[in-house]
């Protein structure tokens, strides 16, 4: 059974940091996508940070290019999401998210992730 379990959220100024984790079981993140997904309140969720795990190659929407950082720690199985320099708009849930296979049609598309976590949350203070 895959899972992918989130944590890291918490609440912060404008300006500060936070770092998400994302450890999977049942599931090796060695040939995929794992992506962040941010959903604000009342808004669709958007996808934010993903990689290509056998490359390392990364991709990002341009509201956190320069601010936010996704790696990833093969030994732990594990995904960060580095967050430097928040804003208010960043605000509200992150979930985590894997492909099934080694291609995606959309990297930041929300269709294309098969397995979620359950968030975890971020606020930032103005």
């Known amino acids: 059974q895959v899972q992918l379990v989130e944590s890291g959220g918490g609440s912060v100024q404008s300006g500060g940091s936070l770092r998400l984790s994302c450890t999977a079981s049942g599931y090796s993140l060695s040939n995929n996508y794992i992506a962040w997904f941010h959903q604000a309140p009342g808004k669709e969720r958007e996808g934010v940070a993903a990689?290509?795990?056998?490359?390392?190659?990364?991709f990002y929407a341009d509201s956190v290019k320069d601010r936010f950082t996704i790696s990833r720690d093969g030994a732990r199985n594990t995904v960060y999401l580095q967050m430097n320099n928040l804003k208010p708009e960043d605000t509200g849930m992150y979930f985590c998210a894997a492909s099934e296979g080694s291609q995606v049609a959309r990297r930041l598309g929300e269709r294309d992730y098969t397995y979620w976590g359950q968030g975890t949350q971020v606020t930032v203070s103005s």
């Open positions: 990689m290509y795990t056998l490359s390392r190659g990364t």
